[in-house]
């Protein structure tokens, strides 16, 4: 599809509106983006998503998308229930409200260089890693119920989370709408023993430093400085979240059918936003939403305990301070263009600009922080959100570097001992990972080239560059 792109604007292309497109595809990106294999895919996913009932103003696709369930992953799409207008399991993801949190430190890569090996163990020995890992922490079904209830508020209120993190966390790190009763017993087995703990995959705790800063004012506002050492998190609601999609798929499947929707993609299944159907599953996405903000809680407190075991000094006197943390796989309610609208974010960051009254007073004046992680071999970003996402994307930016080669493709290209050894040997970045297999998956070749994408976002004034950050240690599932 990539040759019925039609250029429309800084690093923005129009995908027409054609057949039973309600509106057109708009996609973010550069002609080398676009040349990844499997593009036509995802554009193709673009297309499909404009067939949904209620859908305003356009498909939207930012530069990391690739090809993903039924929306493309780095799509955006938001939904007008006076329209008709539906939500979908698929325009979520099975990992609900994966996300990212960002940790600065008062300390200075000086400080942690002679170190640096001795806190990537500590923190992969206390962060349980991989596929079926378990936390330390188990849960009780009452203390479960809370967690789907309260979020990252749960953790505040049990002394694992300082108070003042949870001012930082989006949405305040709970959603209002989360109905614990329509998560089912499977789901909360699954999640029982995993509050705390990193997924598989491209899920990682990483120690970074703060390599250089673009915007002097934004990152004042957010507390960063070159040389800084940093930690970024990226994790959602493990089992629980991946259950909770599943569970409620054929329920919104039937409600497709009850409805009348011609789907063009049976993983585009969808119930209008005024269904029970649709109630229930946004009631069971938002408490797996919560579930992900009290598990990257966890793993917070988990860090800090990592950190004081190795300086030997309060993490507080580290000054281990929560910068923000946001989801990029959600769906929610939302004001845009004076309409409330369902927006849906697959693979994409919430990104509202200076003023908006959704973001921490402290941010208010610069923009919502944007956290952009990248590959482990070569630097994540910090962005602030500007003005134009909110007229153009619904408040959204990027959220990764998107990847360039399927997992299985990478396992077979790349060796992940040479690997593991190469980062180490040529650019002093320490990997732990859970299992070999997992680094040769999300080597650095597997993935696009974050800073393309992140200049994409900035010259398209969806998002300001703020500060890159280089990773100096990886833990792995």
Known sequence: ????????????????????MRVPGRIYSTPELLAHPGMDSALQQVANVATLPGIVDASLAMPDIHWGYGFPIGGVAAFDPAEG??????????????????????????????????????????????????????????????????GAQWAAEEGYLWDRDVEVLEERGALDVAQPEQVSDFARKRGRKQVGSLGSGNHFLELQV?????????????????????????????????????????????????????????????APLESQAARNYVGAMSAAANYAW???????HFTRQAFTQVFGTEAESLGLETVYDVAHNIAKLEQHGGREVCVHRKGATRAFPPGSDEI??????????VLVPGDMGSASWVLAGAEGAMRDTFGSACHGAGRAMGRKAAARKFDSK??????????????????????????????????????VCHQAGLARKVARMRPLGVVKG
Request: charged share 30%; proline share 5%; with cysteine.
């Open 1 to 20: 599809m990539r040759e019925q792109l039609r250029p429309a604007g800084e690093g923005v292309f129009e995908l027409p509106q054609q057949g039973d």
């Open 85 to 150: 207008g539906v939500v979908s399991p698929g325009g979520v993801g099975f990992d609900i409200n994966c996300g990212v949190r960002l940790l600065r430190t008062d300390l200075e890569l000086g400080d942690v260089q002679p170190r640096q090996r001795e806190l990537v163990d500590e923190l992969f020995k206390r962060v349980p890693s991989g596929l079926g890992s378990k936390s330390p922490l188990a849960l009780s079904n009452r203390e479960l119920d809370s967690v789907l209830e309260r």
């Open 210 to 270: 703060v390599e250089e800063i673009f915007d002097d004012a934004a990152a004042k506002a957010f507390g960063l400085r070159e040389g800084q050492v940093a930690v970024m998190m990226h994790t959602g609601s493990r089992g629980c979240g991946h259950q909770v999609c599943q569970d409620h798929l054929e329920c919104v499947m039937d409600a497709s059918k009850d409805a009348g929707i011609e789907l063009a993609d049976r993983q585009l299944a969808c």
């Open 294 to 300: 009290a598990n990257r809680s966890m793993i917070t």
């Open 360 to 369: 921490p007073a402290q941010y208010r004046d610069v923009g919502q922080p």
């Open 418 to 455: 040479r690997l593991i050894r190469d980062l180490w040997q040529k650019q002093r970045i320490y990997v732990r990972a859970r299992s070999p297999r997992v680094a040769a998956e999300e080597a650095p070749g597997a993935y696009k080239d974050v800073s393309q994408v992140v200049e």
